[in-house]
């Protein structure tokens, strides 16, 4: 089961990629010279952008993150483990200077939300913000 989980390239992921090519930004994937090889990379604004599976990050107060009735402490452990490596990563590559976007699968899944992050995305990207995070709760409330 496991086998066929994507790791790049997944559904959200190229949903993210065609609305920030529309919008005329031009980016790499997968750089695995950076500290957690980035979804999406712009060298020249010193941006990575990761796009988060809400279940495999666990994305707070999320509905799509809730741990499986199966095995809990299995989850518990490696699922936190994925938490704790995202922040290690983090810290990484704003110390080297770039600036991080995270964007969340929750965000993707509904066309007005998709049409919402878009702006978001785009104003991020054009601001100056080291850190920023994009979710479902996030577009509803602006």
Known sequence: MMAGIRGK?????LLVRQLLF??????????N????????????RKIVIFVHGCFWHQHLECKYARLPASNPDFW????GRNVQRDQEVFAAL???????????ECATRSKPALAAL???MSQWIEGDAPTGEISLSQILEN
Not at 9 to 13: D, F, G, I, L
Not at 22 to 31: K, M, Q, S, T
Not at 94 to 104: D, M, P, Q, S
């Open 76 to 79: 518990r452990q490696k699922l």
């Open 94 to 104: 704003k110390a080297a200077g770039w600036r991080v976007l995270v964007v969340w």
């Open 22 to 31: 529309a919008d005329g930004f031009r980016y790499r994937l997968h750089r």
């Open 118 to 120: 878009r702006g978001i």
């Open 9 to 13: 390239s997944t559904k959200p992921e």
């Open 33 to 44: 010279d950076l500290p957690g090889t980035p979804d999406i990379v712009m060298s020249g």
